[in-house]
């Protein structure tokens, strides 16, 4: 089946609904206006909001691609509440995003439960990280948050809280930090 919309074009196997509502069994691919494209095995699509399925269900747009087992979006928000994977492109290599669940907004990502960030020669590790973007959703700033760990060649320790520019690859500790080299805590 293929169709069109208010929101972008499809392709999907079987497909039924009406008006308001409708759902379109795998494999779903389905390419919005917006920029972003959608791949997964079963779509529902109620009016502004869509939830997107598969193993995975994948969203990419811009300079990102994430996937999870379920991606629900509704206006501006997509959230991955089952689970995150994927990739950031950025000006000193793509970035690689792990998290329990996450969600996107047009200015950030956050993710929460054990969440895993790697740049080129570094990693990331926290409870949260909010990852913000500036004008044309590029990469801005890197803010972890809980039992963050960090290693690479922005330094190695542990503390509270930590935010990066991967662009200067200078890090700032906050709160209480132990390090593992002299440049981390000034």
């Given amino acids: ?107 950030r990502i956050t993710l929460q439960g054990h969440v895993a960030c790697e740049g080129l020669g570094w990693q990331v590790g926290a409870d949260a990280i909010t990852v913000h973007f500036g004008p044309g959703r590029v990469l801005k700033r890197i803010q972890a948050r809980g039992g963050v760990t960090l290693r690479g060649r922005m330094g190695e320790g542990r503390g509270e809280a930590l935010d990066v520019d991967p662009t200067s690859q200078q890090v700032k500790w906050q709160g209480r930090v132990k390090g593992l080299s002299e440049d981390l805590v000034k």
């Fill in 1 to 107: 089946m293929n169709g069109r919309g208010e929101e972008g074009a499809f392709s999907a196997g079987a497909g039924q609904g009406g008006a308001k509502a409708w759902t379109f069994e795998g494999p779903v691919q389905a390419t919005l206006f917006n920029g972003g494209v959608l791949k997964g095995q079963r779509l529902v699509w109620e009016g502004e909001a869509w939830i997107l399925t598969g193993r995975p269900a994948v969203w990419t747009r811009f300079r990102e691609r994430l996937s999870g087992p379920k991606v629900i979006r509704s206006k501006d928000q997509v959230e991955f509440p089952d689970g995150l994977a994927g990739q950031l492109q950025a000006s000193e290599g793509d970035i690689s995003l792990r998290a329990e669940r996450g969600e996107s907004q047009p200015d």
